[in-house]
């Protein structure tokens, strides 16, 4: 059972809590973690959904460090076969990242946590930055209009982090000034360069490691918007 932190008497929270539940229980996908729906408890917003023991891959590289290329393929084709299944029920994620990506008892990767998800056809503009930085698109940290991109910008920098340990951008790029009304400024110096790849030569074949370079850099470039299914193609050969 998921509780809504912080206060519950916050109207926008409340309803966005809510509305996870709504938009998360309209998913049953192998790739996705199965929630019942939500409800209020005693005027407590709660979400009912799947326990997933294995924890998530961000605790997987925190324990053991990057992942080998054949594993980090295998987990990121689960976390898009619940994207797309996603993308189907006309949900947008909008906050992939390792941490949000579970593993079940038999290493099958789930997506879950979808508090920021949104239906698909509305424009994801916000006042403030919503989202991880490091994992998170330039448009989405300006507030901009958002699609299908921004979540396969994530997982481009969640591949990333799985075979790296360390999320593609340094996040000295990105600066958030919070005024005194609580609203923010959000200020993106176009992510800087990409950090490279590094991982030792033994470990992985040189074509192999182009091909994980270029896939990523697809993802996170201006045309990710091409990126999915090149991805899909060549992760599955």
């Known amino acids: 059972v998921k509780l809504l932190r912080g206060r519950i008497d916050d109207g926008p929270e409340r309803m966005r809590f809510l509305q996870e539940g709504r938009l998360a229980a309209s998913l049953s996908h192998p790739n996705t973690v199965y929630v019942l729906g939500s409800d209020e408890i005693d005027g407590l917003p709660v979400i009912a959904m799947q326990l997933v023991p294995g924890g998530t891959l961000k605790d997987r590289v925190t324990e053991r460090g990057p992942m080998p290329v054949a ?3 295998h987990a990121v084709l ?3 076969s619940g994207l797309d299944a996603a993308a ?3 949900i947008l994620h909008r906050d992939i990242k390792p941490s949000n990506c579970f593993v079940d008892a ?3 990767v ?3 946590d979808f508090g920021l998800s949104i239906p698909s056809g509305a424009s994801g503009r916000t006042k403030g930055f919503q989202g991880t930085p490091q ?3 330039p448009e989405q940290m300006r507030g901009d209009a958002l699609d299908v991109r921004a979540d396969i910008y994530a997982v481009g920098a969640t591949l990333f982090y799985l075979v790296t340990g360390q999320a593609p951008f340094d996040g000295s790029d990105l600066t958030v000034q919070v005024s005194e009304d609580g609203s923010q400024t959000v200020t993106v110096s176009g ?3 990409m950090r490279r790849i590094k991982i030792d030569p033994k470990l992985v074949d040189p074509n192999e490691l182009a091909m994980l370079e270029d896939l990523i850099v697809a993802a996170v470039n201006d045309a990710r918007a091409k990126a999915e299914q090149k991805m899909q193609a060549e992760m599955a050969k």
């Open 78 to 80: 689960d976390v898009i």
């Open 135 to 137: 994992f998170a698109p």
């Open 110 to 112: 789930k997506v879950g």
């Open 191 to 193: 992510k800087g360069e």
């Open 106 to 108: 038999n290493g099958q």
């Open 88 to 90: 189907s029920a006309g």
């Open 71 to 73: 594993d980090a393929v």
